[in-house]
């Protein structure tokens, strides 16, 4: 039986009791990748914050792993559910090696750090070097090694392609889907680039202004590329 690791129902998020994001029912299951998409100040990156414990739960349900998340923020009690946050700015240490940033990614145990290399082999000859001197390109591989090694149920990635090139993300993009197929991972992706995010997700969800704007299989929102630019702009009627 497939296995839902987030089942988020009627949520209402945002700051300080006012949402951005209105109404918002979806789900991720294990294996699965699952893109999130939507104009920017759509509430993407407030959606992925509030999942992973960091945001405000204003009504509605956000359930990890068949727990429910808090109201207000506790992302250390999520982390521990099996929850990996890629943010948008990478979260990575930038004083600290490479192997430093890795290692401090497990809360307990100890970590595989081949993991990560088998993931991304250029990581393993940059072991000894500062995270600050990485390139963009390096630095996002670093970011989800980071994840990896954490051995998440769920991993959620925030724009991945953000400030690098597009040979770069091009190539970043299917490890993403290697992670669901190879450790059955779920993995939520927020994403710019609309048609790399659905050649490699299996399902997607537009958000625009805060509210759900349209939902389906990957291949169908690809399929209907004018309805799915429609739901950016916010038309009302996407079921025409
Ligand atoms: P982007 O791609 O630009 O990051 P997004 O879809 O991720 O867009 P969010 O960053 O979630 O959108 O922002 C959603 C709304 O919440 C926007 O109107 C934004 O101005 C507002 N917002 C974001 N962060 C805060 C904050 N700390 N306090 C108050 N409002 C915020």
């Given at each position: 039986m497939t296995e839902c690791l987030l089942n988020i129902e009627g949520l209402h998020t945002g700051?300080?009791?006012?949402?951005?994001?209105?109404?918002?029912?979806?789900?991720?299951?294990?294996?699965e990748v699952v893109a999130?998409?939507?104009?920017?100040?759509?509430?993407?990156?407030?959606?992925?914050?509030?999942?992973s414990g960091m945001g405000e739960v204003i009504s509605g349900s956000v359930e990890?792993?068949?727990?429910?998340v808090p109201k207000l923020r506790q992302a250390h009690r999520v982390a521990r559910w099996g929850v990996s946050h890629v943010p948008e700015n990478r979260g990575i240490l930038f004083q600290l090696t490479v192997r430093d940033n890795l290692q401090?990614?497990?809360?307990?145990?100890?970590?595989?750090?081949?993991?990560?290399?088998?993931?991304?082999?250029?990581?393993g000859g940059l072991l000894n070097r500062r995270a600050g001197?990485?390139?963009?390109?390096?630095q996002q591989m670093l970011a989800l090694g980071r994840a990896i090694v954490a051995e998440p149920r769920l991993l959620l990635v925030d724009e991945m392609s953000l400030g690098l090139a597009p040979v770069i993300y091009e190539e970043l993009m299917p490890v993403v889907r290697r992670?669901?197929?190879e450790t059955n991972a779920g993995v939520?992706?927020?994403e710019q680039h609309v048609e790399l995010a659905l050649e490699v997700a299996d399902r997607g969800y537009v958000l625009n202004h805060g509210d759900l704007a349209m939902e389906g299989a990957a291949s169908e929102l690809l399929a209907n590329r004018a309805l799915l630019d429609a739901s950016y702009l916010g038309v009302e009627s996407l079921e025409s």
């Open positions: 700051y300080d009791g006012v949402a951005v994001v209105r109404d918002l029912t979806m789900h991720v299951n294990a294996g999130l998409l939507g104009p920017n100040g759509a509430g993407k990156t407030t959606t992925l914050m509030t999942i990890v792993l068949g727990n429910p401090l990614a497990k809360t307990k145990g100890k970590v595989d750090l081949d993991r990560a290399i088998e993931f991304f082999p250029a990581l001197l990485l390139s963009g390109g390096e992670i669901a197929d939520l992706l927020v």
